[in-house]
């Protein structure tokens, strides 16, 4: 365990009454953490009205005259249940009022407030004839366990399908389509980068250490290509936090711009969220990998699809549509290829193009996309409007290379005009 330690005494003969640990207003506390938290992805300090009543039976024993030492409260803390990661208290002080306790606690205790791994606080006191005791705990509980195998898989899924859940609400009321939940390759991708961060760090703390680049240099496409998980999208959040909850990893995810755009992307429709966490300090990593499988499609649908996308947009701007050549389709899928796997075109292809089938122009268009015939289409009409919608062109041929090693796709268009 590791411990933060602070002790205030302080005597009077001052006399408060006793209040009901839910009556207690400790706002003034609870807002240092929230005034800090504007801008800054920072847990919230959680009143723990259990831990109060511990704290009252310390104060009682301060107030019985008992001179306590640290290992006195941590064996009292322990007593009671709670698994202490870090803590830190002040005991034996007095105040007329309970709001001038919160207050001075807030103002001289700020730094203990604001330490990052403490998640819960506690206020105890008891009057007493000469002295009013109060007791101040500012702690983190280690509620880390290691699982069977079975039952850490079943609480994996829980807290996806619980996050899920949640975000899914939230994409909803800005008109996205829901995300479906991975329990298998892309989980596997996203518990391998908790894992390496419970191993080496969170690597934002540890010497060297890069976001979302794991130990041995993987990026998150690299960890979801290695298990397997074939993607056009990946998108990866990661975070560090002091208890196992979907609804508090959430709001740390929601309440940081970059990480919520990778919650309410557009451009993705699976999820996996896994975690791991640290026996000795209590810590929680959390990994979450957002992801747009790639689907195979035939050249030859995408070729057609194409074709009748360029065609259908020429009759929106008044043209006559193209008709398909197979002989200017059949070069291009010669030259699609030939460009991919050189990052040039041929020598002299157009002459031997123009000698071979007499035709007065020609001219091509290359893309190199996920395949999707709508994507294509739209890149190709951003790039080249003036040609596609030329009405000096009345053929077409369409030619598509995919390479099914890196999954990706090239297209070459040659319009023409016969002589």
């Known amino acids: 365990m590791r411990y933060l330690i602070l002790i205030l005494v302080l005597f009077s003969t001052q006399l408060i009454f006793a209040q009901n640990t839910d009556e207690r207003d400790v706002s003034t506390i609870t807002d240092v953490r ?24 310390i104060a009682q024993r301060i107030v019985d005259g008992e001179e306590l030492e640290s290992e006195a409260i941590t064996q009292t803390l322990d007593d009671a249940g709670y698994r202490i990661n870090d803590y830190g208290g002040a005991w034996g002080t007095t105040f007329d009022t309970f ?20 998640t819960h606080f506690a206020l105890g006191f008891v009057e007493g004839t000469d002295i009013n005791g109060y007791v101040f705990i500012a702690v983190s509980f280690n509620t880390c366990e290691v699982f069977e195998e079975d039952e850490d898989f079943e609480l994996q899924v829980e807290q996806g399908e619980e996050f899920l859940e949640l975000l899914n609400e939230a994409r909803a009321e800005d008109e996205l389509a829901p995300l479906t ?55 990866e959040n ?47 990593y959390y990994t979450q990998v957002f992801a747009e499988p790639f689907v195979a499609t035939s050249t030859e649908v995408i070729a057609t699809s194409i074709m009748a996308n360029l065609n259908a947009e020429r009759v ?33 292809m157009w002459d031997d193009l123009e000698v071979s089938y007499a035709y007065q122009t020609v001219y ?13 289409t739209t890149y ?14 009345t053929e077409v041929g369409v ?3 995919f390479d099914d090693v890196d999954n990706f796709y090239w297209h070459v268009l040659i319009l023409a005009t016969p002589q």
């Open 399 to 401: 030619g598509v290379f």
């Open 181 to 235: 939940l991975d329990i298998d390759l892309l989980h596997n991708a996203a518990r391998l980068y908790s894992d390496d961060m419970l191993k080496y760090g969170y690597p934002t703390k540890r010497v060297g250490g890069i976001p979302h680049i794991g130990a041995d240099g993987s990026t998150a496409n690299d960890r979801v290509a290695g298990e397997g998980y074939e993607a056009n999208i990946v998108r």
């Open 380 to 393: 190709l009409l951003e790039t080249y409007p003036n040609e596609l919608l030329s009405s000096d062109f």
């Open 34 to 57: 929230i005034n800090a938290s504007e801008g800054v992805d920072y847990l919230p300090i959680v009143y723990d009205e259990d831990l109060s009543a511990v704290a009252d039976t």
């Open 364 to 376: 091509a268009t290359s893309a190199g996309t996920t395949g999707d015939p709508i994507e294509t």
């Open 238 to 284: 990661i975070l560090s936090r002091w208890t196992l909850s979907a609804d508090g990893a959430f709001d740390q995810w929601w309440n940081s711009p970059s990480h919520k755009a990778n919650m309410m992307a557009n451009d993705v429709s699976v999820m996996a969220l896994a975690w791991t966490c640290d026996e000795e300090t209590g810590e929680f």
């Open 316 to 348: 929106n701007f008044g043209e006559a549509i193209l008709q398909p050549n197979t002989t200017l389709s059949t070069f291009a899928d010669g030259l699609a290829a030939y460009i991919y796997e050189n990052s040039r075109f041929p020598t002299g």
């Open 99 to 118: 709001d001038q306790l919160t207050a001075t606690i807030a103002e001289r205790y700020e730094e203990m407030i604001l330490t990052e791994t403490i």
